[in-house]
């Protein structure tokens, strides 16, 4: 198993330009996150989900954009990058809600200039 | 609402010596605790998880915390530190009640001298 991998591992973008992280899971989780982390700050939840084709907004919404249209994968947009957005950001997955473990991806590098 | 505390953003030890990182949290209905590891350049991986029973958890590479109702504390210790220990740790809480968001702390960087 491959477990939660995203594509792509880094990237640089200007302000005002759009892209899309993509996380994809093999383990058949129902739940997904998406988190960014940055110096000092620890990780802070963007969005999640909980099933296929629902999504729910977690402490950092703004500025992104999420869908799952499919179980195994979890899109995140930014539609207009700003230079706020520079940060890593990690998907995570979980069998189940409270109690199960997150099993996180390696993370994708973003800079916006 | 839930809450987690990190006491130091640093802590620095000799090989050999104890691990204490320590973690407080903030919940109005019973905890699930966790304590995940961060390698430099990688993703964050569980070290050990307490839901319920056994107050003190055993997790991998050596590292055990116990849960303490009481103090609110959920402290991560290693009897011996090896120089592969230095990393980012991070605790994190969720809430009983169907919640299935968690709530990390800021993290504590683990230095390992020689």
């Known amino acids: 198993n491959a477990g939660v991998t995203q594509t792509p591992k880094f990237r640089v973008l200007k302000t005002g330009q759009s892209m899309t992280l993509l996380c994809a899971q093999d383990m058949n989780h129902e739940y997904m996150y998406w988190y960014r982390q940055d110096p000092g700050m620890g990780l802070r939840l963007i969005h999640y989900?909980?099933?296929?084709?629902?999504?729910a907004k977690g402490e950092v919404p703004d500025g992104y954009n999420v869908s799952r249209l499919k179980k195994q994968n979890f899109l995140l947009g930014l539609e207009s990058a700003a230079p706020s957005q520079t940060s890593v950001y990690f998907c995570a997955s979980s069998y189940s809600g409270t109690s199960a473990k997150q099993y996180f991806g390696p993370g994708t590098r973003l800079t916006v200039t | 609402a839930q809450s987690v505390t990190q006491l130091g953003s640093h802590v620095s030890v000799s090989e050999g010596a104890l691990v204490l990182l320590r973690c407080n949290y903030s919940s109005s209905v019973p905890p699930y605790l966790f304590w995940y590891v961060q390698y430099p350049n990688q993703g964050l991986q569980l070290l050990l998880k307490?839901?319920?029973?056994?107050?003190l958890v055993k997790g991998i590479n050596g590292f055990e915390a116990e849960f303490k109702k009481s103090e609110t504390s959920f402290h991560l210790t290693k009897p011996s530190a090896h120089m592969s220990d230095a990393a980012e740790y991070f605790c994190a809480v969720t809430s009983g009640g169907g919640s299935y968001i968690p709530t990390f702390g800021r993290g504590t960087s683990l230095i390992v001298h020689p």
């Open positions: 989900s909980v099933g296929e084709g629902t999504t």
């Open positions: 307490y839901t319920t029973g056994a107050t």
